[in-house]
């Protein structure tokens, strides 16, 4: 159980976030119009609907369902849309016109998804442009338990980023997949802090150079994800009584001491590498921790929180040999091509760029993250 000085520390530094631009971003308008069959229409709205809904739903609704009989009547709706999402389904043959129509799409300027229902586009007797492939997406079965997932995972993949927020809030279907991403963003954002920074005090715990500025923001980032992370799934937006709720289920050090003690026996403590596993860790673990908690309302037992550490150490590790690699690299193909200025100041804020690519292994993959759905 944390102390109460762990509480009065975190509250005093959640305090001073400012979360006045997450809470915009939540409540953006978000238009999304679906045009195409009925049967596809109807199958893609259930879906996006499909999901952990705890708090309640959220309005409005940010769908607009336009029969393709009715879209000259509804063109102003498809011309204001965020997204346009084409419903096909694989059972009904495409018009000459309607085929036309798909010829037609990559002029837009709106972004636009195509979803087949109710069969697999590679093997339907559907024929639609080959410059559109990338935009197709089938749903073979939507009574399947990953069709909302799958269907998510391609609204958010051309959904623009700045009211992807919102449409979680409003879209239970999106929550999972945006809350995934979130927490691995986030998790390599504080790692990548550790490496630049330096970090170069202890926390107490076990003697792990962390300075008390560095906690600080690194615990301000943790505060950020959580909050984000309530949003989507539709809680009242007050962040106080957010962070009321959330510190004793994370711990007082949001996980910050549950990683650091982990750390033992997976991590050679030299280098910056144990502080980037820390900072990406710590994140890892209270993202988990409060994925669980909005999501079903479930509060994690000690023996659960200190395995969930564990496995964001692993992948903590992981991340950290990543990020020391690329930081060598910079420096050694930086010594290559100018010797003379390859050790001057400067290389610091260059390296912040690099190592915020992600890889294609920047997913989450522990047992505890594929129990939520």
């Not at 018009?95 to 972004?111: C, D, I, M, S, Y």
């Not at 673990?285 to 669980?292: D, E, F, L, Q």
């Not at 659960?304 to 950290?320: D, F, P």
Request: with cysteine; glycine share 6%.
């Amino acid at each position: 159980m944390p102390k109460w000085n762990d509480f009065q520390n975190i509250w005093t530094t959640l305090r001073e976030v400012d979360v006045t631009a997450i809470r915009d971003e939540a409540e953006k308008p978000v238009n999304i119009a679906c045009v195409g069959h009925q049967e596809a229409l109807q199958t893609i709205k259930q879906l996006l609907h499909t999901g952990s809904e705890r708090y309640g739903p959220v309005s409005p609704s940010p769908i607009t369902l336009v029969s393709i009989s009715e879209t000259k009547s509804a063109s102003l709706a498809i011309q204001n849309a965020d997204l346009l999402i084409l419903g096909v389904d694989a059972h009904t043959t495409l018009t000459e016109a309607e085929t036309q129509g798909f010829q037609q799409l990559n002029q837009l300027a709106t972004p636009y998804l195509v979803v087949i229902t109710n069969g697999d586009y590679q093997t339907s007797d559907i024929h639609l442009p080959n410059v559109i492939d990338q935009h197709v997406w089938s749903i073979p079965d939507p009574s399947a338990l990953d069709a909302p997932d799958h269907l998510a995972e391609a609204v958010l993949q051309h959904l623009p980023g700045d009211i992807q927020l919102a449409a979680a809030r409003r879209l239970p279907a999106l929550r999972t997949t945006f809350t995934r991403e979130s927490i691995n963003n986030a998790s390599l954002t504080n790692a990548t802090y550790a490496i630049v920074s330096g970090l170069p005090q202890q926390i107490p715990v076990l003697g792990i150079p962390f300075a008390a500025a560095d906690i600080i923001i690194l615990t301000k980032n943790q505060a950020m994800l959580v909050y984000r992370m309530a949003l989507a799934y539709g809680a009242p937006p007050d962040f106080q009584s957010r962070m009321h709720e959330i510190i004793p289920v994370v711990g007082g050090a949001f996980l910050w001491r549950q990683a650091a003690r982990s750390l033992i026996g997976l991590i050679p403590f030299w280098g910056l590498a144990p502080k980037i596993a820390i900072a990406y860790a710590g994140t890892y673990a209270t993202g988990i921790v409060a994925w669980r908690w909005y999501s079903t309302g479930e509060l994690v037992s000690a023996d659960q929180v200190k395995r969930i550490s564990q496995e964001a150490l692993v992948l903590g590790r992981t991340r950290a040999q990543e990020l020391v690699n690329r930081v060598q690299q910079a420096r050694r193909t930086r010594s290559t091509k100018d010797p003379i200025t390859a050790d001057k100041p400067g290389w610091r804020a260059r390296l912040k760029r690099l190592i915020s690519r992600r890889g294609p292994s920047d997913h989450i993959s522990t047992s505890d993250s594929e129990q939520i759905s």
